[in-house]
């Protein structure tokens, strides 16, 4: 631990006046009245410290490694009383628990729990998918938390944690709020897992940030895709994130034309691989 109270560095030995001396020499930092920390200790967990509380919500589960909306503003969890600075714009959960010194970021559990009331209903799936797809928590224990709030419920229902990244999901849930059929990462022999099937044979790509992927590879995927007759369209995190309007329209002109099902006859006689699906 590189972050201490007065009380840990007083076991270690370290009186008020060598805390003293250590802060001047600029060996310790203090970042409230009785928190101090190295010059190595976590930044998040330092700031959330320094801002009365310990780091929770989707700064917790993001520092877990789950994928979250972009935010800026940390999220801490403090107890009821205490006093927290003005003019930031950071986010303060508060609870009646004592908190104490001992933990700096909160179990997985309570962050995720504390995110599903503070985010939106997007943004909940987005990490409630990364959290199930990342095994950040036990599937158990996600449902658990999900089936106890109604708006736990409504997650759970509209939850995937076979995306395997939150633009994925982004995409999943703008194409079924248009009632499109939507399967999450299909297995198209003998090319491999596809991130979204729209219909029988739309390919919806999401390539992420975090999965820079290889060019070569991934466009001779879409090639072997196109020769067994699947139409392949490629997004990237930019165009998830803040152009999602064109990639929306340009799946409704293909699926107004009905091109995301499979013709009765295919050319020269091939057959095209069996869907008993119905949808738009």
């Not at 201490?4 to 060598?18: E, K, M, N, V």
């Not at 909160?106 to 990342?134: E, G, I, K, M, P």
């Not at 879409?222 to 369209?233: E, F, I, P, T, W």
Request: charged share 30%; aromatic share 4%; hydrophobic share 40%.
């Amino acid at each position: 631990m590189s972050i201490f109270s007065t009380q840990q560095l007083a076991g270690r030995g370290i009186g008020r006046d060598r805390i003293t001396d250590l802060v001047r020499d600029g060996r310790l930092t203090r970042l409230r009245r009785g928190r101090y920390a190295t010059a190595d200790a976590d930044p998040l967990l330092a700031a959330a410290v320094a801002l009365g509380g310990r780091l929770s919500c989707v700064s917790a589960l993001a520092r877990a490694g789950a994928w979250t909306m972009p935010h800026e503003e940390l999220h801490v969890r403090v107890s009821a009383g205490i006093a927290v600075p003005g003019g930031t714009t950071h986010r303060f959960h508060r609870t009646r628990e004592r908190l104490g010194d001992a933990l700096l970021v909160d179990d997985l559990a309570t962050a995720f729990a504390l995110a599903l009331r503070c985010l939106d209903l997007r943004a909940a799936v987005v990490v409630t998918d990364s959290v199930l797809n990342r095994r950040i928590l036990l599937s158990r224990d996600v449902e658990r938390i999900l089936l106890s709030t109604p708006r736990g419920r409504e997650v759970l229902r509209r939850s995937d944690g076979a995306a395997e990244s939150g633009i994925e999901t982004l995409a999943r849930l703008g194409l079924r709020s248009r009632n499109l059929r939507v399967r999450t990462q299909v297995v198209i022999p003998p090319v491999g897992r596809v991130d979204l099937l729209i219909g029988d044979r739309l390919i919806l790509e999401t390539d992420g940030r975090e999965w820079h992927g290889d060019f070569e590879r991934d466009r001779a995927r879409d090639r072997a895709l196109s020769a067994l007759g699947y139409l392949v369209l490629r997004a990237s995190y930019r165009q998830v994130m803040y152009e999602w309007p064109s990639i929306e329209a340009q799946v409704a002109a293909l699926v107004g034309r009905r091109d995301h099902l499979w013709r009765r006859t295919l050319p020269q006689g091939r057959r095209h691989p069996p869907s008993t699906e119905t949808g738009p």
